[in-house]
Nanobody, 124 residues
Framework: QVQLVESGGGVVQAGGSLSLSCAAS????????MAWFRQAPGKEREFVAG????????FYADSVRDRFTISRDNALNTVTLQMNSLKPEDTAIYYC?????????????????WGQGTQVTVSS
């Protein structure tokens, strides 16, 4: 059983930056691909970014490519989402997910474990 705990959310002005962190415990972290999803009010959960077991492959939604960067530290069992040039439309609850595939899927149903989420609010 893997436990995931997100942190780092908050309120930021448009154009600002935030760094989200997800700490994992209870499993072999290096054998899980990891991803960040987000869910805005009234909308479905959507894929934001994902990273493979080793960290050598990363994937991004078109809406965040070139603004967000996902990374992982398998020694510390953490995955980080660096978010730059934030926009009001980035406002959502951000969730960290883990699954056993070598590369991350962009479908939330493929994920075995989820964190509780962290709120990101971008003001205009």
């Amino acid at each position: 059983q893997v436990q995931l705990v997100e942190s780092g959310g908050g309120v930021v002005q448009a154009g600002g930056s935030l760094s989200l962190s997800c700490a994992a415990s209870g499993g072999t972290f290096s054998q899980y691909s990891m991803a960040w999803f987000r869910q805005a009010p009234g909308k479905e959960r959507e894929f934001v970014a994902g990273i493979s077991w080793s960290g050598s492959n990363t994937f991004y939604a078109d809406s965040v490519r070139d603004r967000f960067t996902i990374s992982r530290d398998n020694a510390l069992n953490t995955v980080t989402l660096q978010m730059n040039s934030l926009k009001p439309e980035d406002t959502a609850i951000y969730y960290c997910g883990a699954n056993r595939f070598i590369v991350p899927h962009q479908t939330g149903g493929a994920y075995d474990y989820w964190g509780q989420g962290t709120q990101v609010t971008v003001s205009s």
